[in-house]
């Protein structure tokens, strides 16, 4: 794994995912059709039915892509660029999604099944919330401060499961399982503390992070896009770095390759197996203070949303590879900034958006499937990551 | 004794973590309290031949009582360990005593229906045990099942809907396994056909499911809920005499014919696998698969036909959230719980019944603290709701410790591939 | 504020949807009964990832003229968004509509004193109790739900106090509001099943379930095991769910969502929009008690006049719910 | 029963393993067969027995023409085969393995084993083997596990029987004992194909011989022709099996284990009061029939074993409760029993695997920082040293060969400085090319001054390689002996027997 980072992507590496895409899409497209009933009215008369089965599902996903692209409607006279208004709202979803699929596919490459990226999210957005809006500092070192706060919550949320599965052997995935749950009723809990209320108001949502602690704008402030999309890239360049440029890295793909021969070779596997979990779940807990400190601003019990989750599969999706996991955070933001905008117009349930993100994944894990479905057998293709079960 | 090995080791820990919380419990719950009042134990839920009705007795004589027990029970647990012998019944009997000792503590002055709250615990844990019995079955013969979550969701949510279409218990509860079947189908068509990595397929058909049932359930379970979303519920069963047995009998034979089918499945679940032919073979195939085709066993049409069984378990578990319990399908009604399954399965050492002691552990403590939570405690309700969690932690770290599962779990196989 | 000929309403709902049985549900439900005055449409905040300030932009880019936010955790969002674009009107449902503690010309907050129906909910679950013993359990412990919980226990230990009867209320101690009986989410059918069994086995034949649409999985085990009638919150629950389940409803909690958005649609239909802060209360509709349907012939006469009075007399002030 | 193969042909993409092999093997013949490393041996076995399918060419049992698809097709067809990776399922008993494939039922549904007891105990008995078919597999020596292969194959009477490299993990004892065993079967009629590197066994059992080279027949001769010559036939050049150990100074202890106990994970006692000496410039090599606790007690060398008491210590440091890393940088090489296993991480590159132990040291890292320039180069010096074949060392370990895997763990091990070498059956499945590499390595790094510690089941390496023999039995060392001790004595100790 000694390439560069960008030697590992090429254009023809593309065709695959695009032609996955696709295909999900028609599926989906095919759900949206087919479960309307303007266009099941029309179930009678073959053709009126597929025009309008083309249109329901057409409109859906104009609606889609100008939701998370580019939506002229949108643009005001000498302000074109208003239209690329949806793209910021991409990017801003893609930033934390980023940041915790790394998370999950850092410790995948050390052999560990990181299903608790979600719990060390909320820790994470919990610290930088409180340091947020609790203390006063200087523009950029509150900022700073903050969002380390996040981290060190995340990596010691996380870190404890290396420890335990270290110390005693319990299984990563049963301790992660457990601690995301544990997390959201703690978060509930502190949200009801008059710490975490706003003075003279009793609903569980923290005071907003002052202006000073804050992710910078990147497009003014017609825009919502901020620092955090450059955070996540950084970061990702990063645990590159780390993994494959490192003796750290080189320990963590060691032992989680091959165990015996790692204890062999003199690399400590308890040491692997807690700073493993420390590093993800500081990234996941940068996650979560990028997400409070870039565009969310108030905590709430909700503050996670699916991203612990959502992370696993853009990890999975990205093949455990940096680049990978980027390249699928950024579908995952734009199909979840469209899917508001989707619902919107024409009233398609969000939902839609799951089977899709589903089916991406698939078919892209599968590219066998996808090219005997486009008689495509010359197409060569990057071997899936091996799983490796449970015993790591 | 010097040098322990590593099991040893572990059980040791176990012994004296017993001991001392044994010790604690008694000094905490039986000496310190201020005493005084009673706590009242209720032992009948309905008319079944009565026993006692109620045991009202002083919550610290309890206390005492029952930490005396465990510390008894500690103390052989630690003599049948210096004999090298087997502490199971022992630390059973330490930790239950443990459990009484506390719930007398934490229930002084108030009324704990004893029969209801294992009853109840029971009930919590009948998806968990159907789906962590889907685990066993694919995981055994080397497929990782993470699809569990899937499977039950699509089984409530089929039963659920062909209940309420046909106004029959019946038809759902014939249509859930074929609704977890279709989920594993996929989960066998991509990891054993196209061998794709099983930890992706599993999380990716969960969330095919979710999106799926999610999508549905606004199109059309909501505009035409009264047809498609009102199903019956099942009415539970009283097995002729037994379910008068005191405290037992309420508890496993007044229940629905899904928790009978539990049993049965379970029982014969534990015996194929380990007593027939299908079961030696599916372990085979499971371990070293290279092995059993080498004696001509055809290892991917096993695996498939038993991921393909193991989704119609989990699917059949599922219709236990509609026509088990509420009737309609609940968006994401699951909430999750298949992914405790999933760590029930793994707690338990892929075994049928280590899996079912698991999740009855997790459903048991999720219960308690709902009952705690009713007749009052000065812990905040967050904490309470975290305490199943928490107690499944300290369960597998302090007693549990490091698992192995199935030697080929999660390796497609390839012939010809390395050996 | 702008005078469209019929306006163009859109609603930034919770995660919940229009299918929530609860307050999203009503505000769709209110929204629909105007739409005669104003084209209404609707979003909902995307349940993996909810960006509230994304869903509310999305509605300022559809070019609606009036914006409702649903749900309390949309408050920031829809505070935000009326600062920006003095242009459009906004309401918020559950909130006051201030922001940092003033009133601006494009906001208007829409509240609803539940405690207040909570109240009669508690007195009404105490006088048809036959054990003297009746519960509540929310979805999650946070204030809309917390509100009709202590409403309730109050109201039942109000009737426990006039008519010198001991009432015991689980799940909830308005003493002690971090304590009480939660199910930790609001989709876990089963586990509000077992917490309605575990009422009912502490002798509780009255059960206030606060939890959207679980209210369901109380109703099934009161008409399985006959041990107890429920009460429905937000909205009327005897339409909601199953024919098969009608017997069990005493009563619902009507939470005036729907009442609310539809007369800031008028207003704004009307060129009438206006910052003046709504409070759902007992006096003017924007809460109060369903009706008794099914079970009407079982409540006794006397208790149904009682709770009429009662009603009146919080409305009045002369009777406080708090 | 005749067994005959007519131009099978096998490739995996551009390798041609198989190139139209022509074979016959006669009724009761032991028909061997000699190849280095991915001659092609393994691949040929495989397709007779329906693990992998030929591209082209037939199969004829008894002259008439067999589909081998699958291998119950090979075991209806009376073909049993003895992997070379061995069969077995470890968590399984002897039992289970055996009727695997096979099941009866009960009437009951339950699995039938007495009828496979009594099977087991009538062939056990019939060639003096002692197996219980109640043990699990995981927990028998592999020479007994071998048996139990063996004895499956004689339940489902075989009428060829394929053994593959039953012997590199079998000590002399064993391998005499199966030798016989081959000679009784091959007396009652049964074929046997019987592939080995060692050409001593060759020449005591075969009838007839066939030598495979990348792919190809490349010939066949008989049993009597030399060693020399067969080798020379196996690997197309000359090679010396004999190399010669120059007298040289012995220095100084180096390494010293006193009073040394291990235990397993399950608390047995599997190695007790071993002690020894090591001095500079000396082989000692621990001789003993597999399972005698070598592996545990070489693992210990590096503290990989976690129940330990006593004391080793390597100059005056002591090792025991150190960490592995701690006992690698003091100076010691290690070169594991299993370089599949423990010696090499598959899915790396042959450069990052030459660095598994050391990358964090100079000059491969500065700091944490790794310097790929740097591991490439001194990748490319180590190959080149140690003679690795490969196209690049950015490719994955796992398309090296047997002998080249094992050259890779050498470079990494002997290219650092290092006081004591301990090596744990080193040549192991190597062809004699590879084997005579390794030993002239072994020899030349005791000449340069350092201490070498031999882990070996082959009576004719040690005797080659050692200064001083130590014999172990039942976990405890036997006795230590010159290397003048003659095979005959040193196989008796090994057996357990100490005569006055
Ligand atoms: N499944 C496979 N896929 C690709 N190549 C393979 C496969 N199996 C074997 N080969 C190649 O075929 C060649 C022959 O392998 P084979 O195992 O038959 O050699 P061998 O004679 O058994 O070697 P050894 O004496 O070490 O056992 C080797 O060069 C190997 O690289
Ligand atoms: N699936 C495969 N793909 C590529 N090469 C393979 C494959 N299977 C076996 N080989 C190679 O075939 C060659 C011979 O196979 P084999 O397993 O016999 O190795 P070996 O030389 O015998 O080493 P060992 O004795 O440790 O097995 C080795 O190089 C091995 O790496
Ligand atoms: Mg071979
Ligand atoms: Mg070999």
Redesign the pocket.
Same mark, same amino acid.
């Given at each position: 794994m000694r390439k560069p980072l960008l030697r590992s992507f090429s254009l023809r590496a593309l065709i695959l995912p695009a032609l996955a895409f696709a295909l999900s899409m028609f599926f989906g497209g095919l759900l949206i059709a087919l479960s309307d009933s303007n266009v099941l009215h029309k179930a009678s008369h073959p053709i009126a039915f597929i025009k309008a089965a083309g249109a329901s599902a057409g409109n859906a996903y104009l609606a889609l892509f100008q939701g998370a692209i580019f939506d002229p409607g949108l643009a005001k006279p000498h302000q074109w660029y208003l239209a690329f208004g949806p793209l910021s709202e991409s990017l801003v979803g893609a930033a934390p999604l980023i940041l915790a699929g790394l998370s999950v596919a850092l410790a995948f490459r050390a052999g560990l099944f990181n299903i608790g990226a979600q719990g060390q999210f909320i820790f994470g957005a919990m610290a930088a919330s409180y340091v947020g809006f609790h203390f006063h500092m200087p523009i950029g070192i509150h900022l700073v401060v903050a969002a380390l706060a996040g981290t060190l919550l995340g990596s010691i949320w996380g870190g404890m499961v290396g420890l335990l599965k270290a110390r005693t052997g319990a299984h990563e995935v049963i301790v992660t399982i457990m601690l995301n749950y544990i997390a959201l009723y703690f978060l509930q809990w502190i949200l009801g503390t008059t710490t975490f209320l706003i003075p003279g108001r009793n609903d569980p949502i923290a005071p907003p992070v002052l202006q000073s602690a804050r992710l910078p704008l990147l497009a003014g402030s017609n825009f919502r896009l901020n620092a955090g999309i450059l955070v996540a890239f950084a970061v990702a360049v990063f645990v590159w770095w780390l993994l494959n440029r490192t003796t750290i890295g080189f320990k963590f793909r060691a032992a989680g390759a091959n165990t015996f021969a790692s204890k062999t070779a003199g690399i400590s596997v308890p040491f692997v197996m807690t700073s493993a979990m420390a590093v993800a779940g500081a990234l996941a807990g940068l996650a979560g203070a990028v997400h409070v400190l870039g565009d969310n601003f108030q905590l709430t019990s909700g503050v996670a949303g699916n991203f612990g989750f959502d992370a696993i599969t853009v990890a999975l999706l990205g093949r455990a590879k940096p680049l990978g996991t980027v390249l699928a955070s950024l579908l995952f933001g734009a199909l979840g900034a469209g899917a508001a905008a989707m619902q919107a117009k024409t009233n398609t349930p969000i939902d839609i958006v799951l089977v899709i993100q589903a089916l991406v994944v698939l078919f892209i894990a599968a590219p066998d499937v996808v090219k005997s479905i486009f008689r495509l057998k010359s197409l060569k293709t990057a071997g899936g990551l091996v799983s490796k079960g449970w015993n790591g | 004794m010097k040098n322990l090995s590593a099991a040893e080791l572990r059980r040791r820990r176990g012994v004296y973590t017993m001991a001392i919380l044994s010790l604690l419990a008694f000094i905490g719950f039986g000496l310190i309290p201020a005493s005084g009042r009673n706590v009242t134990y209720g032992f009948i839920l309905d008319k079944e031949w009565i026993l006692i009705h109620q045991w009202v007795i002083g919550a610290k004589s309890a206390s005492q009582l029952f930490a005396g027990i465990a510390m008894l029970g500690s103390i052989v647990a630690y003599m049948q360990f210096r004999a090298r012998k087997t502490i199971r019944v022992a630390s059973a009997i330490t930790s239950a005593g443990l459990l009484m000792s506390f719930l007398s503590w934490a229930a002084a002055g108030k009324f704990i229906p004893f029969t209801g709250l294992l009853q109840g615990g029971l009930l919590l844990s009948v998806p968990l045990i159907f789906g962590s019995m889907a685990g066993v079955m694919s995981e055994r013969s080397g497929v990782v099942n993470i699809a569990i979550e899937g499977e039950l969701l699509a089984g409530a949510f089929a039963s659920g809907v062909i209940a309420s279409l046909t106004h029959s218990t019946t038809w759902g509860l014939l249509i859930a396994p074929f609704a977890g079947a279709m989920i594993s189908f996929l989960l066998a068509l991509f990891a054993i056909k196209y061998s794709i990595d099983q930890i992706i397929l599993g999380f990716v058909l969960n969330v095919l499911v979710y999106g799926l049932t999610d999508f549905l359930y606004k199109r059309l379970l909501i505009p035409y809920q009264s047809t498609w979303n009102s199903g019956p519920t099942l009415q539970p069963l009283k097995i002729p005499v037994l379910w008068k047995v005191p405290i037992l009998g309420p508890i496993f034979f007044d229940q629905t014919i899904i928790v009978y089918i539990m049993y049965l499945a379970v029982i014969f679940i534990h015996l194929s696998l380990f007593k027939t032919k299908w079961g030696l073979r599916t372990r085979a195939v499971g371990e070293h698969p290279t092995a059993a085709d080498s004696v001509g066993i055809n290892v991917n049409r096993l695996r498939f036909k038993n991921v393909i069984i193991a989704g119609m378990i989990a699917g059949f578990g599922g219709a236990y959230f509609t026509v088990g319990a509420v009737g309609s399908f609940g968006k994401e009604m699951t909430a999750g719980e298949g992914f405790i399954a999933l760590a029930a399965m793994i707690f338990g050492r892929w075994s049928p019944w280590g899996a079912v002691g698991a999740s009855l552990l997790f459903g048991f403590a999720d219960n308690l603290q709902g009952v705690l939570s009713i007749t009052g405690t000065p812990i905040p309700s967050q904490f309470m709701l975290m305490a199943p969690y928490i107690a499944t932690i300290i369960a597998v770290s302090g007693f549990v410790g490091r698992v192995r599962a199935p030697a080929a779990d999660g390796a497609p196989y390839k012939r !010809?591939?390395?050996a | 504020a702008s005078q469209a000929a019929t306006p163009k309403v859109c609603l930034a709902l919770d995660t919940g949807g229009i299918d929530d049985h609860s307050f999203n549900a009503s505000a769709w439900a209110g929204a629909q009964t105007v739409k005669s005055l104003a084209n209404v449409s609707y979003v909902v905040a995307d349940a993996n990832n909810p960006d509230y300030t994304g869903e509310v932009n999305s509605l300022v880019n559809n070019k609606c003229n009036l914006i409702i936010g649903v749900g309390f955790l949309i408050t920031s969002a829809i505070d935000a968004a009326a600062v920006k674009n003095p242009t459009i009107n906004f309401a918020q449902v559950d909130d006051p509509g201030l922001v940092n503690g003033k009133a601006i010309a494009n906001l208007r907050g829409l509240t609803f004193a539940t405690n207040q129906v909570g109240f009669l909910s508690g007195y009404l679950a105490a006088g048809y109790s036959k054990t003297g013993t009746v519960a509540t359990y929310g979805g999650i412990n946070i204030p809309p739900v917390t509100i009709y919980m202590d409403g309730f226990a109050k109201g039942a230990a109000y009737y426990a106090k006039i008519n010198k009867k001991t009432i015991k209320v689980l799940g909830w101690d308005p003493a002690d509001p971090k304590t009480g009986v939660f199910v930790g989410d609001f989709s876990s059918q089963n586990k509000a099943l077992q917490i309605t069994k575990n009422f009912e086995q502490q002798g509780a034949d009255v059960v206030f379930p606060v939890a959207g649409g679980l209210e369901l999985a109380s109703a099934q085990e009161a008409a399985a095991s006959k041990k107890s009638v429920v009460i429905g919150v937000d909205s009327d629950a005897y339409g909601l769910y199953p024919t098969a389940l009608h017997g069990v409803w005493l009563n619902s909690a009507l939470k005036g969502v729907g009442a609310s958005v539809a007369a800031v649609i008028k207003d704004q239909a009307a060129g009438k929009f206006n910052n003046a802060a709504y409070v759902g209360t007992l006096a003017n509709g924007g809460t109060g008690l369903a009706g008794y349907h099914d079970l009407a012939a079982k409540v006794p006469g006397s208790l149904q006049n009682a709770v009429r009075a009662l009603g009146k007399a919080i409305a009045t002030g002369t009777v406080s719910a708090n | 029963m005749s067994l005959e193969l007519r131009g099978i042909t096998?490739s995996? !993409?551009a =390798?041609v393993?198989?190139d139209s092999i022509d074979l016959r093997v006669e009724r009761g013949e032991i028909h061997a067969i000699l @190849?280095?490393?991915?001659? @092609?041996?393994?691949?040929?076995?495989?397709i007779v027995y329906g693990l =992998?399918k030929a591209d082209a060419g037939e199969i004829y049992v008894n002259d008439t023409l067999q589909e081998i698809n699958e291998p119950s097709d090979a075991l209806a067809a009376g073909i049993g085969m003895v992997h070379?990776h061995f069969m077995l399922v470890p968590v399984f008993t002897v039992a289970e393995n055996i009727i695997l494939g096979h099941e009866k039922s009960k009437r009951n549904g339950t699995l039938d084993l007495d009828q496979i007891r009594a099977d087991i105990k009538r062939v056990s008995d019939e060639f003096g083997f002692e197996v219980n078919p109640d043990d699990l597999v995981e927990n028998l020596p592999v020479g007994v596990q071998q048996r139990v292969e063996i004895i499956r194959a004689l339940i489902y009477d075989a009428q060829v029987l394929i053994l593959?490299?039953p012997t590199a993990v079998l000590t002399p004892q064993e391998t005499d004992e199966l030798l016989k065993i081959m000679q009784k079967l091959a007396d009652k009629g049964t074929s046997i194909i019987f $592939?080995t590197?060692k050409l001593r066994e060759v020449k005591i059992v075969a009838d007839k011989i066939t030598i $495979?080279r990348r @792919?190809k027949v490349v010939g066949t001769a008989q049993p009597s022709a030399s060693q020399e010559e067969l080798a020379s036939l196996m690997v197309g050049r000359h090679v010396v099996l004999n190399p010669d150990k120059a007298a040289h100074p012995i220095g100084e202890v180096v390494l010293s284990v006193k009073d040394l106990a291990i235990k397993d994970h399950f608390g047995r006692t599997i190695v007790k009061n071993v002690s020894f000496d090591v001095k500079a410039g000396e082989v000692l090599a621990i001789a003993g029939v597999q399972g005698n606790g070598q592996s545990e007690l070489a693992q210990a060398m590096i503290n990989l074993e976690e129940f330990v008491e006593g004391s080793i210590k390597l100059g005056d440091d002591e090792i025991v409760g150190k960490s592995v890393k701690r006992a690698l940088d003091d100076g010691i090489a290690f070169v594991p029993e299993s370089r599949e296993l423990d010696g090499l991480i598959s899915t790396f590159s042959i450069a990052e695997n030459l660095i598994l132990d050391r990358h964090d040291g100079a000059p491969y890292a500065k700091g944490i920082n790794l310097n790929p320039k740097v591991v490439k180069e001194q990748a490319q010096e180590d190959t080149k040293l140690f003679d690795v074949r490969f196209q690049s060392v950015d490719d994955p370990i796992s398309?090296l060969? !047997? !002998?080249n895997k094992q050259k890779v763990v050498l470079a990494r091990e002997l290219s650092r400085p290092v006081r004591l070498i301990v090596a744990s059956q080193p040549t192991r499945?190597?062809?004699v090319g590879s084997i005579e590499f390794v030993h002239e390595r072994i020899l030349a790094e005791r000449d340069m001054g350092r201490a070498v510690l031999l882990f070996s089941t082959e009576l004719d390496e040690v005797l080659a390689l050692a200064d001083r023999v130590a014999v172990m039995y039942r976990g405890e060392i036997l006795a230590i002996v010159p290397s003048t001790v003659t095979p005959q004595e040193l196989g008796l100790l090994m057996a357990g027997v100490v005569h006055a």
């Amino acid at each position: 794994m000694r390439k560069p980072l960008l030697r590992s992507f090429s254009l023809r590496a593309l065709i695959l995912p695009a032609l996955a895409f696709a295909l999900s899409m028609f599926f989906g497209g095919l759900l949206i059709a087919l479960s309307d009933s303007n266009v099941l009215h029309k179930a009678s008369h073959p053709i009126a039915f597929i025009k309008a089965a083309g249109a329901s599902a057409g409109n859906a996903y104009l609606a889609l892509f100008q939701g998370a692209i580019f939506d002229p409607g949108l643009a005001k006279p000498h302000q074109w660029y208003l239209a690329f208004g949806p793209l910021s709202e991409s990017l801003v979803g893609a930033a934390p999604l980023i940041l915790a699929g790394l998370s999950v596919a850092l410790a995948f490459r050390a052999g560990l099944f990181n299903i608790g990226a979600q719990g060390q999210f909320i820790f994470g957005a919990m610290a930088a919330s409180y340091v947020g809006f609790h203390f006063h500092m200087p523009i950029g070192i509150h900022l700073v401060v903050a969002a380390l706060a996040g981290t060190l919550l995340g990596s010691i949320w996380g870190g404890m499961v290396g420890l335990l599965k270290a110390r005693t052997g319990a299984h990563e995935v049963i301790v992660t399982i457990m601690l995301n749950y544990i997390a959201l009723y703690f978060l509930q809990w502190i949200l009801g503390t008059t710490t975490f209320l706003i003075p003279g108001r009793n609903d569980p949502i923290a005071p907003p992070v002052l202006q000073s602690a804050r992710l910078p704008l990147l497009a003014g402030s017609n825009f919502r896009l901020n620092a955090g999309i450059l955070v996540a890239f950084a970061v990702a360049v990063f645990v590159w770095w780390l993994l494959n440029r490192t003796t750290i890295g080189f320990k963590f793909r060691a032992a989680g390759a091959n165990t015996f021969a790692s204890k062999t070779a003199g690399i400590s596997v308890p040491f692997v197996m807690t700073s493993a979990m420390a590093v993800a779940g500081a990234l996941a807990g940068l996650a979560g203070a990028v997400h409070v400190l870039g565009d969310n601003f108030q905590l709430t019990s909700g503050v996670a949303g699916n991203f612990g989750f959502d992370a696993i599969t853009v990890a999975l999706l990205g093949r455990a590879k940096p680049l990978g996991t980027v390249l699928a955070s950024l579908l995952f933001g734009a199909l979840g900034a469209g899917a508001a905008a989707m619902q919107a117009k024409t009233n398609t349930p969000i939902d839609i958006v799951l089977v899709i993100q589903a089916l991406v994944v698939l078919f892209i894990a599968a590219p066998d499937v996808v090219k005997s479905i486009f008689r495509l057998k010359s197409l060569k293709t990057a071997g899936g990551l091996v799983s490796k079960g449970w015993n790591g | 004794m010097k040098n322990l090995s590593a099991a040893e080791l572990r059980r040791r820990r176990g012994v004296y973590t017993m001991a001392i919380l044994s010790l604690l419990a008694f000094i905490g719950f039986g000496l310190i309290p201020a005493s005084g009042r009673n706590v009242t134990y209720g032992f009948i839920l309905d008319k079944e031949w009565i026993l006692i009705h109620q045991w009202v007795i002083g919550a610290k004589s309890a206390s005492q009582l029952f930490a005396g027990i465990a510390m008894l029970g500690s103390i052989v647990a630690y003599m049948q360990f210096r004999a090298r012998k087997t502490i199971r019944v022992a630390s059973a009997i330490t930790s239950a005593g443990l459990l009484m000792s506390f719930l007398s503590w934490a229930a002084a002055g108030k009324f704990i229906p004893f029969t209801g709250l294992l009853q109840g615990g029971l009930l919590l844990s009948v998806p968990l045990i159907f789906g962590s019995m889907a685990g066993v079955m694919s995981e055994r013969s080397g497929v990782v099942n993470i699809a569990i979550e899937g499977e039950l969701l699509a089984g409530a949510f089929a039963s659920g809907v062909i209940a309420s279409l046909t106004h029959s218990t019946t038809w759902g509860l014939l249509i859930a396994p074929f609704a977890g079947a279709m989920i594993s189908f996929l989960l066998a068509l991509f990891a054993i056909k196209y061998s794709i990595d099983q930890i992706i397929l599993g999380f990716v058909l969960n969330v095919l499911v979710y999106g799926l049932t999610d999508f549905l359930y606004k199109r059309l379970l909501i505009p035409y809920q009264s047809t498609w979303n009102s199903g019956p519920t099942l009415q539970p069963l009283k097995i002729p005499v037994l379910w008068k047995v005191p405290i037992l009998g309420p508890i496993f034979f007044d229940q629905t014919i899904i928790v009978y089918i539990m049993y049965l499945a379970v029982i014969f679940i534990h015996l194929s696998l380990f007593k027939t032919k299908w079961g030696l073979r599916t372990r085979a195939v499971g371990e070293h698969p290279t092995a059993a085709d080498s004696v001509g066993i055809n290892v991917n049409r096993l695996r498939f036909k038993n991921v393909i069984i193991a989704g119609m378990i989990a699917g059949f578990g599922g219709a236990y959230f509609t026509v088990g319990a509420v009737g309609s399908f609940g968006k994401e009604m699951t909430a999750g719980e298949g992914f405790i399954a999933l760590a029930a399965m793994i707690f338990g050492r892929w075994s049928p019944w280590g899996a079912v002691g698991a999740s009855l552990l997790f459903g048991f403590a999720d219960n308690l603290q709902g009952v705690l939570s009713i007749t009052g405690t000065p812990i905040p309700s967050q904490f309470m709701l975290m305490a199943p969690y928490i107690a499944t932690i300290i369960a597998v770290s302090g007693f549990v410790g490091r698992v192995r599962a199935p030697a080929a779990d999660g390796a497609p196989y390839k012939r !010809g591939g390395n050996a | 504020a702008s005078q469209a000929a019929t306006p163009k309403v859109c609603l930034a709902l919770d995660t919940g949807g229009i299918d929530d049985h609860s307050f999203n549900a009503s505000a769709w439900a209110g929204a629909q009964t105007v739409k005669s005055l104003a084209n209404v449409s609707y979003v909902v905040a995307d349940a993996n990832n909810p960006d509230y300030t994304g869903e509310v932009n999305s509605l300022v880019n559809n070019k609606c003229n009036l914006i409702i936010g649903v749900g309390f955790l949309i408050t920031s969002a829809i505070d935000a968004a009326a600062v920006k674009n003095p242009t459009i009107n906004f309401a918020q449902v559950d909130d006051p509509g201030l922001v940092n503690g003033k009133a601006i010309a494009n906001l208007r907050g829409l509240t609803f004193a539940t405690n207040q129906v909570g109240f009669l909910s508690g007195y009404l679950a105490a006088g048809y109790s036959k054990t003297g013993t009746v519960a509540t359990y929310g979805g999650i412990n946070i204030p809309p739900v917390t509100i009709y919980m202590d409403g309730f226990a109050k109201g039942a230990a109000y009737y426990a106090k006039i008519n010198k009867k001991t009432i015991k209320v689980l799940g909830w101690d308005p003493a002690d509001p971090k304590t009480g009986v939660f199910v930790g989410d609001f989709s876990s059918q089963n586990k509000a099943l077992q917490i309605t069994k575990n009422f009912e086995q502490q002798g509780a034949d009255v059960v206030f379930p606060v939890a959207g649409g679980l209210e369901l999985a109380s109703a099934q085990e009161a008409a399985a095991s006959k041990k107890s009638v429920v009460i429905g919150v937000d909205s009327d629950a005897y339409g909601l769910y199953p024919t098969a389940l009608h017997g069990v409803w005493l009563n619902s909690a009507l939470k005036g969502v729907g009442a609310s958005v539809a007369a800031v649609i008028k207003d704004q239909a009307a060129g009438k929009f206006n910052n003046a802060a709504y409070v759902g209360t007992l006096a003017n509709g924007g809460t109060g008690l369903a009706g008794y349907h099914d079970l009407a012939a079982k409540v006794p006469g006397s208790l149904q006049n009682a709770v009429r009075a009662l009603g009146k007399a919080i409305a009045t002030g002369t009777v406080s719910a708090n | 029963m005749s067994l005959e193969l007519r131009g099978i042909t096998k490739s995996f !993409g551009a =390798l041609v393993a198989n190139d139209s092999i022509d074979l016959r093997v006669e009724r009761g013949e032991i028909h061997a067969i000699l @190849g280095e490393n991915g001659a @092609g041996k393994s691949t040929l076995m495989n397709i007779v027995y329906g693990l =992998l399918k030929a591209d082209a060419g037939e199969i004829y049992v008894n002259d008439t023409l067999q589909e081998i698809n699958e291998p119950s097709d090979a075991l209806a067809a009376g073909i049993g085969m003895v992997h070379q990776h061995f069969m077995l399922v470890p968590v399984f008993t002897v039992a289970e393995n055996i009727i695997l494939g096979h099941e009866k039922s009960k009437r009951n549904g339950t699995l039938d084993l007495d009828q496979i007891r009594a099977d087991i105990k009538r062939v056990s008995d019939e060639f003096g083997f002692e197996v219980n078919p109640d043990d699990l597999v995981e927990n028998l020596p592999v020479g007994v596990q071998q048996r139990v292969e063996i004895i499956r194959a004689l339940i489902y009477d075989a009428q060829v029987l394929i053994l593959d490299e039953p012997t590199a993990v079998l000590t002399p004892q064993e391998t005499d004992e199966l030798l016989k065993i081959m000679q009784k079967l091959a007396d009652k009629g049964t074929s046997i194909i019987f $592939i080995t590197h060692k050409l001593r066994e060759v020449k005591i059992v075969a009838d007839k011989i066939t030598i $495979i080279r990348r @792919g190809k027949v490349v010939g066949t001769a008989q049993p009597s022709a030399s060693q020399e010559e067969l080798a020379s036939l196996m690997v197309g050049r000359h090679v010396v099996l004999n190399p010669d150990k120059a007298a040289h100074p012995i220095g100084e202890v180096v390494l010293s284990v006193k009073d040394l106990a291990i235990k397993d994970h399950f608390g047995r006692t599997i190695v007790k009061n071993v002690s020894f000496d090591v001095k500079a410039g000396e082989v000692l090599a621990i001789a003993g029939v597999q399972g005698n606790g070598q592996s545990e007690l070489a693992q210990a060398m590096i503290n990989l074993e976690e129940f330990v008491e006593g004391s080793i210590k390597l100059g005056d440091d002591e090792i025991v409760g150190k960490s592995v890393k701690r006992a690698l940088d003091d100076g010691i090489a290690f070169v594991p029993e299993s370089r599949e296993l423990d010696g090499l991480i598959s899915t790396f590159s042959i450069a990052e695997n030459l660095i598994l132990d050391r990358h964090d040291g100079a000059p491969y890292a500065k700091g944490i920082n790794l310097n790929p320039k740097v591991v490439k180069e001194q990748a490319q010096e180590d190959t080149k040293l140690f003679d690795v074949r490969f196209q690049s060392v950015d490719d994955p370990i796992s398309s090296l060969s !047997g !002998g080249n895997k094992q050259k890779v763990v050498l470079a990494r091990e002997l290219s650092r400085p290092v006081r004591l070498i301990v090596a744990s059956q080193p040549t192991r499945g190597l062809d004699v090319g590879s084997i005579e590499f390794v030993h002239e390595r072994i020899l030349a790094e005791r000449d340069m001054g350092r201490a070498v510690l031999l882990f070996s089941t082959e009576l004719d390496e040690v005797l080659a390689l050692a200064d001083r023999v130590a014999v172990m039995y039942r976990g405890e060392i036997l006795a230590i002996v010159p290397s003048t001790v003659t095979p005959q004595e040193l196989g008796l100790l090994m057996a357990g027997v100490v005569h006055a």
